[in-house]
C-alpha cells in the first residue's frame, strides 16, 4: 500500500498568513493527489485534485503542486473561516489512502 | 444540485451485522463508481470499498474485506455497505462519496453524504 506522510500534524497561524502543508508519498504517484478540507462535524469537501487543480468554487487563495512523491498544500493568505483539518489523498492504484490529517487552528 | 444521504448506522455488539444505505440523487447514479470512506471518532479518513458505476467491479480495504459487501441498485439511485462480523474497531462515522471522473474506477471523490454513526459495543 502507499502511505501518504503529511506534515505537520498540526498548525498554528494567524490570519493573513501564508499556510504550507506537505505530503509525501511512499511511491511515485504521479500527479494522482487530491487535497480536501474537513472542517469540524462536516464531510470532507474536495479542494484540489490532481495536484495542482482547483475545484470549482474554491477560493483562488487554495493552492496546490508536485509531481511523483512530493506535494505541497498553500494557502496564500490564511482566512478565520479556513480553520479545519486538511487531508491529501492519492488516487494512483489501490488501495486509495489518505494523509493522517493537519490540523489548521488559528494562532 | 448533488445530494447523498446515508442511513442505517446504529448501536450494535460485536460480531453483529447492519445494512448501511446510500439515497443519491442530482446525478445520473449509473455513469459513477461510488465509495464508501469512514472515520473513526477524533482519527482520519480510511477508504473502505469501491463500486464500479454498473456494479461489476468491488474492492475493499484489507480491514474489511471478507466482512464487508459493496454493492448498488442502480434503479434506485442507491449504494449499499453490508457490514458483518463487525468488530469494535469498525466504530466509525461512514460516508458515502461519489467519484469525480465519468465511468472511470478511481478518481477525486467530489461529493460526500454528511455520514451515518456505527458503533460497535457490547
Known amino acids: 500500500d502507499i502511505q501518504l506522510t503529511q506534515s505537520p500534524s498540526s498548525l498554528s497561524a494567524s490570519v493573513g498568513d501564508r499556510v504550507t502543508i506537505t505530503c509525501q508519498a511512499s511511491?511515485?504517484?504521479?500527479?494522482?493527489l487530491n487535497w480536501y478540507q474537513q472542517k469540524p462535524g462536516k464531510a470532507p469537501q474536495l479542494l484540489i485534485s490532481d495536484a495542482s487543480n482547483l475545484e470549482t468554487g474554491v477560493p483562488s487563495r487554495f493552492s496546490g503542486s508536485g509531481s511523483g512523491t512530493d506535494f505541497t498544500f498553500t494557502i496564500s493568505s490564511l482566512r478565520p473561516e479556513d480553520i479545519a483539518t486538511y487531508y491529501c489523498q492519492h488516487y494512483d492504484r489501490l488501495p486509495i489512502t489518505f494523509g493522517q490529517g493537519t490540523r489548521l487552528e488559528i494562532k | 444540485e448533488v445530494q447523498l444521504v446515508e442511513s442505517g448506522g446504529v448501536v450494535v455488539q460485536p460480531g453483529g451485522s447492519l445494512r448501511l444505505s446510500c439515497a443519491a440523487s442530482?446525478?445520473?447514479?449509473?455513469?459513477?463508481?461510488m465509495h464508501w470512506v469512514r472515520q473513526a471518532p477524533g482519527k482520519g479518513l480510511e477508504w473502505v470499498s469501491l463500486i464500479s458505476w454498473n456494479g461489476g467491479h468491488t474492492y475493499y480495504a484489507d480491514s474489511v474485506k471478507g466482512r464487508f459487501t459493496i454493492s448498488r441498485d442502480n434503479s434506485k439511485d442507491s449504494l449499499y455497505l453490508q457490514m458483518n462480523s463487525l468488530r469494535s474497531e469498525d466504530t466509525a462515522l461512514y460516508y458515502c462519496?461519489?467519484?469525480?471522473?465519468?465511468?472511470?474506477?478511481?478518481?477525486?471523490?467530489?461529493?460526500w453524504g454528511q455520514g451515518t454513526l456505527v458503533t460497535v459495543s457490547s
Open positions: 511511491q511515485d504517484i504521479n500527479n494522482f
Open positions: 442530482g446525478f445520473t447514479f449509473d455513469d459513477y463508481t
Open positions: 462519496a461519489k467519484n469525480g471522473w465519468l465511468q472511470q474506477l478511481v478518481g477525486p471523490f467530489d461529493s
